[in-house]
């Protein structure tokens, strides 16, 4: 089956400054590559995705690039805000509605 | 639109005791809805796929006789746990893809199952 790996585990910016997650799949077949933020006892927010025909995708100060030769992700957050602060997990998917795979997730902490 | 909704929003039982999570899609219809569980400060872990009319699909090493999963409409699906332990504590979490956004999953409020 899929195993989605995700690093760093934590991460502390100052304000204002970049941060990136960075993620690899094993299933060559994923084709759906969802990033999603979740707060201390919420369900997950869905951020950014991209599907396996594109590259890199963009909205606002969000940003996530594809290598499919490579089998890796990676989530850029730009000008970062104290209210980026949350927990960020990576994810992969075989097909249209089928099951996600998720990476270990990465704490970031965006410092005043 | 495509909205999940979750119930209990959290729950307190005994050990030994059973306990039923609901998982409904309010404004589409979901054949296919998703369990995870997730401990804390850990990732969400698949723990099986809920079809509606069929049985079940299980990820490997999480027990079908204690993970009850019943889809029985195309807008709820239910999880039980049964015999319930300390060890089980955790926040459930339930999904499902919608016919329109075929790629994107929606998540439910989740549920926050405390056995003592």
């Known amino acids: 089956g899929e195993n989605v790996e995700q690093h760093p585990s934590t991460l502390s910016v100052q304000e204002g400054d970049s941060a990136v997650i960075k993620c690899t799949y094993s299933d060559s077949a994923s084709n759906y590559f969802p990033w999603y933020k979740q707060e201390l006892g919420k369900r997950p927010q869905l951020i950014i995705d991209?599907?396996?025909?594109?590259g890199e995708k963009k909205d606002q100060r969000i940003a996530v690039t594809l290598n499919k030769t490579a089998k890796h992700f990676s989530l850029h957050i730009t000008e970062t805000q104290p209210e980026d602060s949350a927990v960020y997990f990576c994810?992969?998917?075989?097909?249209?509605?089928?099951?996600?795979?998720f990476g270990g997730g990465t704490r970031v902490l965006v410092k005043p | 639109g495509a909205v999940v909704s979750q119930h209990p929003s959290w729950v307190i039982c005994k050990s030994g005791t059973s306990v039923k999570i609901e998982c409904r899609s309010l404004d589409f219809q979901a054949t296919t809805m998703f369990w995870y569980r997730q401990f804390p400060k850990q990732s969400l872990m698949l723990m099986a796929t809920s079809n509606e009319g069929s049985k079940a699909t299980y990820e490997q090493g999480v027990e079908k006789d204690k993970f009850l999963i019943n889809h029985a409409s195309l807008t709820l699906s239910t999880l039980t746990v049964t015999s319930a332990h300390p060890e089980d504590s955790s926040f459930y979490i339930c999904?499902?893809?919608?016919?329109?956004?075929?790629?994107?999953?929606?998540f439910g409020p989740g549920t926050r199952l405390t056995v003592l």
């Open positions: 994810a992969a998917s075989g097909a249209a509605g089928n099951k996600l795979t």
């Open positions: 999904s499902a893809p919608t016919s329109g956004r075929v790629y994107e999953q929606f």
């Open positions: 991209i599907r396996s025909n594109v």
